[in-house]
Structure formats: structure tokens, C-alpha cells
């Protein structure tokens, strides 16, 4: 097992060299001068030499090697960078608008798994009954709409029926629990829905295959009842795919909501790339595109060790 932890750790470190060489070559192409964004006026407002001092001062003059060699060393210690924009380490930005990412994250979830999980094996034990179709059907729909319109619709419907409006300021959690659950609950409803829908799609699937295997008739043959057979030998035994879709939603939302906090105006790490790839602030959109990247590595790394926990016979094809 340790030598699979290993492995899955070289092969996530190579990930993540890979993706911050790419983040930083991606963002020296694309269009737009970054001094003349620091600068803070238009490109014919600003002298050519006025620009060569801008990118003098912020290190853009040197090249492209030396840039990405010095970038390296700082992240080899720890040290994500300096905003442009700000002039605040990028550290700091980030874990002060973390918090309100993650738990957009985690309401999400757990609306999705609370709801999901249900609607799926209900889907699966009333299989062809009407409840089953309807159940299906709003699980489709909800996979076809995109959150970010999903949270349009709800703005809209907020403002017209109780004249709602997006809050100027986010209570974090640990100030002010409950008023940082009333503002979170609307962008965490609009990005569960479709994690929702997934879950209960993947969970029907799965029960529905589960429900035919052998050792479910022997169990329905002793005289257990329905619920115990669906929960307790159906359920438990067709977890693991369902486990495995949640680990990975959860880190693809993590850089899915960039639209979504837009939508409402939510300050997490996703209004911060758009403001920085659109600022051609350079440390902070490298800096948070690293920091998904790696959220998304480990993330991939606990769903392989849940596996190894719930499923013994996983732990054994890994010793060999």
C-alpha cells in the first residue's frame, strides 16, 4: 500500500510541474500587455518608456527562462508570488477567499449526497413505477441545465417574488454561521442541482445492477424485508462507484464555480482568476490554477485509499 501511495504521489508531483508549466507559457501568449494593465490606462495613454519601467520594476523585462526558473524557486519554497494588481502575496488572497469556495463546495455536496443518494435507490427499488420515471426524468433535466443559469433563474425568481438582492458583503462562517448560510444556501442549491441529478443517476445504475445479483435473491429468500434487503445488503455492497463519483465531484468543483461566483458576485478563488487572467496578474492566476491543480491531485489520491477502505479486495491487488 505504501508503495502505491508512493507511486500515486511521483505521478501527482509530475502533474502538477506539468500544469504549472503550462499555466505560465499559457499566460505570456495571450492577448493583452500586463504592463500596460498595471499601469492603469489605455496602451496610447502610456509612453513606451513609462511601460519599459512598469515592466522593469515587476520583472516582465527578463526572459521567459529566467521568469520561469524564479517562479520555481519560490514555489520550491512554498512562496506562491507577489500580486501585480495588489502587491499582496498571493498566499494571502487566496486563503482569505478559500473559505467561502470551500463551503459553497461542501453545502453543495451535501445537498447532492442527502437528496441524490435517496432519490437513487428509490429509483432503483420502484424501478418502471411512476415515481421512477419522474425521478429519471428530473435527473436529466437537471444534468442539462448549466448551474450558472440554474443561478440566474433563481436571482430573477429571488428578486421578483421576495425582491432579493445579491449581499455587498459575505459573512464568513466563523464570524456569523448562520447569516453565511442564508447568503451561501442560493449559489450552493444552483451548483448541487446538477451533483444531485449525477449522484441519483449513478446510484439507480448501480442498485439496479446490485439488486440482481444472486446473493440479493438469497436474502429476499430467507424473509428479510424489502428495506433491509435494499439497504443493507443492496446499498452498502454498490457504494464504492458512488463513493468514487463523489471524491471526484467534489474536486471538479472546486474550479467549476468560476461562473457561478460570478453569477453572484461571491468573492471565492474563482472571481479571483477571473479578475487576475483578466488583469494579467500572472502570480495570482498561476498561483490559483497550482492550487486546484493540487486540489484535484489529492483529491484523486483519497478517493484511491477509500477504495482500499471500503473495498478489501483493492487493497490486496495493490500488495501484489
Given at each position: ?201 449513478m446510484t439507480r445504475s448501480i442498485m439496479l445492477e446490485v439488486l440482481g445479483e444472486d446473493y440479493i435473491r438469497t436474502a429476499r429468500a430467507k424473509g ?78 483519497t478517493v484511491d485509499l477509500l477504495y482500499g477502505w471500503l473495498d478489501p479486495r483493492t487493497r490486496i491487488q495493490v500488495s501484489r
Amino acid at each position: 500500500m505504501l508503495d502505491f501511495i508512493a507511486r500515486r504521489l511521483v505521478i501527482g508531483l509530475v502533474t502538477l510541474i506539468g500544469v504549472a508549466t503550462i499555466t505560465f507559457f499559457l499566460m505570456r501568449v495571450l492577448p493583452g500587455d500586463a504592463a500596460v494593465m498595471l499601469s492603469g490606462a489605455g496602451a496610447g495613454a502610456v509612453s513606451e518608456q513609462e511601460l519599459a519601467e512598469v515592466r522593469s520594476k515587476m520583472g516582465l523585462d527578463r526572459p521567459l527562462a529566467v521568469q520561469f526558473g524564479a517562479w520555481l524557486t519560490e514555489l520550491a519554497q512554498l512562496n506562491l508570488g507577489t500580486s501585480l494588481r495588489t502587491g499582496q502575496p498571493v498566499a494571502s488572497e487566496l486563503a482569505r477567499r478559500f473559505p467561502y469556495t470551500l463551503q459553497i463546495v461542501i453545502m453543495a455536496m451535501v445537498i447532492a449526497v442527502t437528496l441524490g443518494v435517496p432519490a437513487g435507490v428509490i429509483s432503483a427499488a420502484r424501478a418502471g413505477s411512476w415515481l421512477d420515471q419522474t425521478l429519471r426524468a428530473l435527473s436529466v433535466g437537471g444534468l442539462a441545465a448549466p448551474s450558472f443559469w440554474i443561478g440566474l433563474l433563481m436571482i430573477l425568481g429571488l428578486v421578483w417574488l421576495f425582491r432579493w438582492s445579491p449581499p455587498l458583503f459575505w459573512e464568513p462562517f466563523w464570524v456569523s454561521p448562520w447569516q453565511s448560510l442564508t447568503q451561501m444556501i442560493w449559489p450552493a442549491i444552483a451548483v448541487g442541482l446538477r451533483q444531485l441529478a449525477l449522484i441519483a443517476r449513478m446510484t439507480r445504475s448501480i442498485m439496479l445492477e446490485v439488486l440482481g445479483e444472486d446473493y440479493i435473491r438469497t436474502a429476499r429468500a430467507k424473509g428479510l424485508s424489502e428495506k433491509v434487503v435494499v439497504l443493507r445488503h443492496g446499498l452498502r455492497n454498490g457504494l464504492l462507484p458512488v463513493v468514487t463519483l463523489i471524491g471526484f465531484e467534489v474536486s471538479a468543483l472546486f474550479g467549476g464555480l468560476i461562473v457561478t461566483e460570478a453569477v453572484f458576485n461571491v468573492p471565492g478563488l474563482g472571481q479571483y482568476v477571473v479578475t487576475a487572467i483578466l488583469n494579467r496578474d500572472y502570480p495570482a492566476a498561476q498561483g490559483i490554477v497550482l492550487i486546484l491543480a493540487t486540489i484535484v491531485v489529492v483529491g484523486n489520491l483519497t478517493v484511491d485509499l477509500l477504495y482500499g477502505w471500503l473495498d478489501p479486495r483493492t487493497r490486496i491487488q495493490v500488495s501484489r
